[in-house]
Nanobody
Framework: QVQLVESGGGLVQAGGSLRLSCAAS????????IGWFREAPGKEREFVAA????????FYADSVKGRFTISGDNAKNTVYLQMNSLKPEDTAVYYC?????????????????WGQGTQVTVSS
């Protein structure tokens, strides 16, 4: 089993920054990639960013490209999402998810394990 725990959410003013963490435990050797997704009130969950744990590959949703950075620390089994220049429309519950199969994808159905989520609120 693999378990994921997100942290780092909170309330920030527009233009500010937050760093989310996704800590993996258990059979982490099964994990090929970690993705971040978010779900805003009244909206469907959407892809934000993903990275292979090797750090060789990563990609982002157009809405966050240039503002968010995904990175990993293999020694700590933790993936981070650095979020800069935050906007009110970034307000959402952010989830990380682990994918066991090789390859990066935006498809939620292709991720095997999910964390419980962390709330990010950006005030205007």
């Amino acid at each position: 089993q693999v378990q994921l725990v997100e942290s780092g959410g909170g309330l920030v003013q527009a233009g500010g920054s937050l760093r989310l963490s996704c800590a993996a435990s258990g059979r982490t050797f099964r994990v090929y990639a970690i993705g971040w997704f978010r779900e805003a009130p009244g909206k469907e969950r959407e892809f934000v960013a993903a990275t292979s744990l090797s750090g060789i590959r990563s990609f982002y949703a157009d809405s966050v490209k240039g503002r968010f950075t995904i990175s990993g620390d293999n020694a700590k089994n933790t993936v981070y999402l650095q979020m800069n220049s935050l906007k009110p429309e970034d307000t959402a519950v952010y989830y990380c998810a682990a994918r066991f199969k090789v390859g990066l994808t935006t498809a939620q159905s292709e991720y095997d394990v999910w964390g419980q989520g962390t709330q990010v609120t950006v005030s205007s």
